[in-house]
Structure formats: C-alpha cells, structure tokens
C-alpha cells in the first residue's frame, strides 16, 4: 500500500485519523490480518469514551477486529 488513510469514530469524543497506523501500513501488501496486527500494536493512540451504549475499553478493543473487517472489503 502506498498511501493509507483511516479514520475511527465513535471511540473518542471526537473522529480523528488513526496516523500510527496508516503509517505502519504503507510499504505493505494489503492483509486484512496484518492490519489487525498492526492496529493492536498501535491501539494505545485511543482513550475511549464511555456511554450508555458502551463503556470506553470496549470500544478501544474492538478496533483491531473492526480493522480487520474493513481491509477484508476492501
């Protein structure tokens, strides 16, 4: 992948691009696994925010299996 852009909402009180992953992802071969990978190492970059509908390490936690699904359709 040359260039990569990833935005993640919902987690925080405010979207933002997730830019420690774009760049550990240019210079690779699309692989819905390894972006999984590479979101985990890089899941630190979020504080999630708790609401009513979940609480905050939730929604920091899914993101590895959420990237995964999103480089699958890709």
Do not use: H
């Amino acid at each position: 992948m040359r260039e990569v852009r990833i935005a993640v909402g919902s987690v925080e009180a405010t979207a933002r691009r997730w830019t420690r992953l774009e760049g550990a992802l240019v210079g690779q071969k699309k692989s819905p696994e390894l972006a999984a990978e590479l979101a985990e190492s890089c899941i630190g970059d979020f504080q999630g925010r708790d609401g009513v509908d979940a609480p905050g390490w939730y929604r920091v936690k899914v993101l590895p299996s959420l990237v995964r699904k999103a480089f699958q359709s890709l």
